[in-house]
Structure formats: C-alpha cells, structure tokens
C-alpha cells in the first residue's frame, strides 16, 4: 500500500504541468519476453499475458504500417495478419469471464480452494470450449515433463496434471500449474491488522488503509475485493490504450540461442 500510494504521488507531481494538459512525453517500455519456467506459476501468467497483449498491439501496428505502404504502391494484399486478441480475451474476458475473472469470483468464496477443485471444477469447466484454453491431462503433463527436464537438466519436475493448464500463447504452448493461485490473487491483509490500522492515530496510515479489504471480500462500504490480476488487468490495460495513442517504435532483441550460452548463434532461431 505504501508504494502505491508514493507511485501516486511521484506520478501526480510529475504529470502536474502548467503548459499543457495534453504534455509531449517519451516513455521507455522494457518486457523481458515470454516465459517458460520447469515450472509456471502465478507470476508467469500475468508475465505471459502482458507479453501476449504487447505482441497483439505490435502485429496491429506493423501490419497496417505494411498495408498501408501495399496500398501507396497499389500492391494486392493477399496475407491474412495475424490476430491472437483470442488468446488476450481468455485472460482479461469479463463476459464470459476469463482467467483473472474467474480467480477474482473464486476469491470472494469462502473456504475456496487451489489445485484439483480450482482446475477441475472452475477453470476447465468454463473455458474447455476457448481455443486457447487446453486442460491438463497425464499424457500432455508428462510429456511436457519429459521436455522440461532434457531443456533445464533437471531429474524431476513435480508437476500434477489435475493442477495444470495449459494456454496455446502466441509464441508456443505454456503449461501452468495452480499452486498457491487463489494465495497469491489476494490483496488483503487479515480483518482484525485491517481493523487496527484503519484506526491508528497517524492520519497518513488511516489514509492508506481507509480501503482495506476484510477477508469476506468487500470492505466496509460493500464495495467488491480487489484482487492482484483484477488490478493488473486494469493497469495494462491503461498502459495499452497509451500505447495506441503514441507514435510507437519497436526494437526486438534478438535471442541468439535457446539453452543461453555465450558466442553461440542459432541461425534458424536468430533469423
């Protein structure tokens, strides 16, 4: 709470300007890229989501600069660009609701529980018809397995099917598994730390945790819990309908080789 709240502030007296309220900026956006771990938890999904939402904004943009200049030149456009907003929609999706909906609702349960009865019972059963959405099955898990353990060297990867997924991304298919999702979807603290804290004396803690959510998962208004994947939706969201209103340019770094190895170059992976 206390580094949002100095995020807020920083951002407040740095877009403060009395010249103009539509102010000329230049923004640095950094993504390390996709990820793929021997094992792919919480922290992977919502890596692999902005990864995934970034790729849908650049093939937009490129494809319609290289329409466009097709056009100028009287080309005939033959190709079809490509489009993975379908796999974008399976996370951020309000209406059927997607992954971070579907955690978000989960979380408002009481007693609500991670690995077989989140997979089985929530995820599988409203997103077995999505395109992208695959469930995980003993063949597919130990067969990613047995990938995963040639790949990182490692003797044994512990992964369950009946806790897996797997998302069909742009770059390649990612297996993920749910341990600790609903732990880590929360962005309360307990009733009785909220509670105590709401009522210190220093006006500025009383400020930070005026909103603080109890664990029956609204706060003393009614108001619906916020969790993690619910705010993160909205903030890349926001950044994304930033980018679109920018004159943006891509640099792609290249990855010279998949097992990273110094002064080694895939020519195939490279080009």
């Not at 993975?84 to 979380?107: H, M, T, Y």
């Not at 806790?163 to 962005?187: I, M, R, W």
């Amino acid at each position: 709470r206390i580094f949002d709240q100095i995020v807020t502030a920083l951002n407040s007296k740095m877009g403060n300007y009395a010249v103009s309220e539509d102010p000329v900026m230049i923004g640095l956006l950094d993504i390390f890229g996709f990820e793929d771990m021997p094992v792919n938890g919480f922290e992977q999904l919502f890596i692999n989501l902005t990864n995934e939402w970034i790729q849908h904004l650049f093939n937009k943009i490129m494809f319609q600069q290289e329409m466009k200049m097709y056009r100028e030149e009287d080309i005939d456009i033959t190709f079809e660009t490509p489009d993975n907003w379908a796999c974008v929609d399976l996370f951020v999706s309000e209406k059927p609701a997607g992954i971070i909906k579907l955690l978000q609702d989960r979380v408002m349960v009481a007693n609500s529980k991670d690995g077989k009865d989140l997979v089985e019972h929530i995820l599988n059963r409203s997103l077995k018809d999505h395109p992208n959405y695959v469930p995980g099955d003993p063949a597919l898990v130990r067969n990613v397995q047995r990938m995963k353990q040639q790949k990182w060297k490692k003797t044994k990867i512990d992964l369950r099917y009946e806790e897996c997924f797997q998302v069909k991304h742009y770059a390649g298919p990612v297996l993920y598994t749910v341990h600790e999702f609903l732990n880590k979807s929360k962005d309360g603290l307990a009733e009785h730390l909220s509670e105590a804290l709401v009522k210190s004396s220093a006006k500025a803690v009383q400020g930070i945790f005026d909103s603080e959510y109890s664990k029956a998962g609204r706060d003393s208004n009614g108001r619906e819990a916020r969790t993690i994947g619910q705010m993160f939706r909205q903030q890349l969201k926001g950044l994304m309908e930033t980018l679109e209103k920018s004159s943006t340019m891509f640099v792609r770094c290249i990855k010279p080789n998949a097992p990273m190895k110094p002064s080694v170059f895939d020519e195939a992976l490279v080009l």
